[in-house]
């Protein structure tokens, strides 16, 4: 239908369905729970595969964890002195105090007692990108031994479903409970994994997100939103996933004929005769019938054929020249998928520095995103969880804490140091930072953060004790080399 004289139809070309390439491409106009909830588990079990089995899928995730989280990231405090009514040297041991407070927490935190927070905020984001996302409940059991009692439950994406496996309604999708506004307020979680060969019968618990009065986070759904409406993750390689595989079934496929070629270096036609029902007999010099109609000939050794036997010695067709080239293309196209520039992915640096040194830069941006988005969505939440239990039970003093919410952020402020930038020229880099420095581009403790991942406070504070030290060796020794060149006793010359 036309209004006031105008097609109907739009100006995108790409919408048009007269086209012979799109006619059939009508992906419809579902919800993000329509369009992720359907597939999600299949989705992840893939995922999950690529992740074991793929090295291309395998080195492109771990490659991520390691620019994103790295060792893990490092808590520095630092408090507004100015809220907070502290002097520098105040806020200074408060920091101190904060971080080593902290330290012991790390240690502790795990529910099952197998790993450090640092090493579980690998396992945290990698589940979040692997399968889309994952749950973090909080518990406490204080051990005899402990400091704290706060403690962190690690629950795959699978165990957060809908009780007794109903169907995804208004008012609950793949486990998450939403109230009337559509805000997510509760998680479902089985008591196993839905995939434990050794589960009996599942049964689900009821989590709240928040607390009642409090307000704070009582259970963490890590889930990178992508759309509105989306309450569940999507696995990062997702759209790659069926490209992935066709890839390893490639190279699978390729090596078995690279290795058939290398088995097979000849051929042999022999003359046969016939037995008394007229089947075909294979004969060898010697008389004898082989069943298998091969020949092997040993290294070193002459083999005489049989007469009118001819050998025919195969050319080796494979490694395949174009295998190299077709992956390489095929790397870029995933490493798009994956947020990885070519070079970062496949860990090649052949080019300039400046392509060398503009990849990372990229993938350096991808990092720092990822980064955020698993300091606000997680470790934000650990860290208030850590810090309430601290000053409730008396061992941090902090004023304003629970009854100012100001004060409160001001006590919780801080920065998380993760890996640095990759330096394919350090000389450059220290030029260029200097530069910086000396145009108040940037601070000392930016640089420091970038580069080496500490923190001015302590390096500056080494710095000075280590020129005490060289001040005072330095004195020590021009004092000795006096003593050497003072004439001795009995032996000075008049």
Known sequence: MALGGVSSSGGYTSARRSSRHSRNWRPGEGSAAADILPDLAELRGRSRDLDRNNPLARGGITTKVRGVVGEGLKLRSVLDQKILGLTPEQAIEKQYQIERE??????????????HFRDMQRIIYRSARVSGDIGIARRYRKLPWQVYGTKLVLIEADRISNPNRGADSEKMQAGVELDASGRAVAVHVSNKHPGDRAYKALKWSRIPLTGTMSGMRQFILAVDVERPGQVRGVPIMAPVEEALKKLGDYHDAELKAAINDAYLFATEELPTEVDEEGNPIVVRADGETDDAGELTIEDLTITTLANGAKLNVKKPERPNTAFDG????????VGAALDLPYEVLVQQFGQSFSASRGALEIAFKGFLVDRAWLIRTVIEHVREWQFTEMVASGRFDAPGFFTDPIKRQAWLDC????????????GKEA????TDINMGVKTRQQVMTERTGGDFDTKSAQWL????????????QSVAQNTDTQPQNGNSEN
């Open 102 to 115: 902290w330290a012991i927490f790390e240690a502790e935190c795990d529910f099952v007692g197998l790993s």
């Open 326 to 333: 077709f992956v390489m293309a095929f790397c870029r196209y």
């Open 415 to 426: 920065e998380w140091i993760g890996p640095t930038r990759i330096q394919i020229d350090p």
């Open 431 to 434: 030029k260029a930072d200097e």
């Open 465 to 476: 004790s280590e020129q005490k030290a060289l001040g005072q060796a330095s004195a020590s």
